[in-house]
Antibody
Framework: EVQLLESGGGLVQPGGSLRLSCAAS????????MSWVRRAPGKGLEWVAT????????YYADSVEGRFTISRDNSKSTLSLQMNSLRAEDTAVYYC???????????????WGQGNLVTVSS | DIVMTQSPDSLAVSLGERATIHCKSSQSVLYSSNNKNYLAWYQQKPGQPPKLLIY???TRESGIPDRFSGSGSGTDFTLTISSLQAEDVAVYYCQQYYSTPLTFGGGTKVEIK
């Protein structure tokens, strides 16, 4: 059974940093691209970042480029999102999500974590 | 960026009746080399993560009831729930994966009339 267990959310002040983690199990982690998608309060879904299965390729939304860094440790089946220079508009529930297509980079998502709330406020 | 526009924003449908949600992309998401539309649909219930319903515009994900169907090509797509059940109350999103940035529609809230 595929499982994605997120951790690391919480309250942070504007300009601060936070690191999200997602522990994966139930599939060959290194064979699939992984992504972060967020949903701000009262808003829709927004793609944040994707990393290829090997970790060689990364992709970011313009809204987080230069501030957020997606990474993965295939030996530990773990996905991470390092978030720096956080802003109020980054407040959202953050989901890690698995690509359905093996070997691809930018696809659709067949499994999602339960979500982790990040609140940026003073 | 490809902008995904969903309509309506919300709709109320009687139990057992048909619900139809539209999604329009600002440019075609049909890849001519493989004739595939790079379009997916998700369902999100309160307090839960999104759930994949449909990919390649019309392929139902494993385990999804056949009352859910997707259609369309190019820039215009439709998600149809043929006979609405109480458990279908949710927000529905379309997503294009034709190009980066991956983009979602704004969502359509489906309720019971």
């Amino acid at each position: 059974e595929v499982q994605l267990l997120e951790s690391g959310g919480g309250l942070v002040q504007p300009g601060g940093s936070l690191r999200l983690s997602c522990a994966a199990s139930g599939f060959t982690f290194s064979n699939y691209a992984m992504s972060w998608v967020r949903r701000a309060p009262g808003k829709g879904l927004e793609w944040v970042a994707t990393i290829s299965g090997s970790g060689d390729n990364t992709y970011y939304a313009d809204s987080v480029e230069g501030r957020f860094t997606i990474s993965r440790d295939n030996s530990k089946s773990t996905l991470s999102l390092q978030m720096n220079s956080l802003r109020a508009e980054d407040t959202a529930v953050y989901y890690c999500a698995k690509d359905q297509e093996e070997g691809g980079d930018l696809n659709y998502f067949d499994y999602w974590g339960q979500g982790n709330l990040v609140t940026v406020s003073s | 960026d490809i902008v995904m526009t969903q309509s309506p924003d919300s709709l109320a449908v009687s139990l057992g009746e048909r619900a139809t949600i539209h999604c329009k992309s600002s440019q075609s998401v049909l890849y001519s080399s493989n004739n595939k539309n790079y379009l997916a649909w998700y369902q999100q219930k309160p307090g839960q993560p999104p759930k994949l319903l449909i990919y390649w515009a019309s392929t139902r994900e494993s385990g999804i009831p056949d009352r859910f169907s997707g259609s369309g090509s190019g820039t215009d797509f439709t998600l149809t729930i043929s006979s609405l059940q109480a458990e279908d109350v949710a927000v529905y999103y379309c997503q294009q994966y034709y190009s980066t940035p991956l983009t979602f529609g704004g969502g359509t809230k489906v309720e019971i009339k």
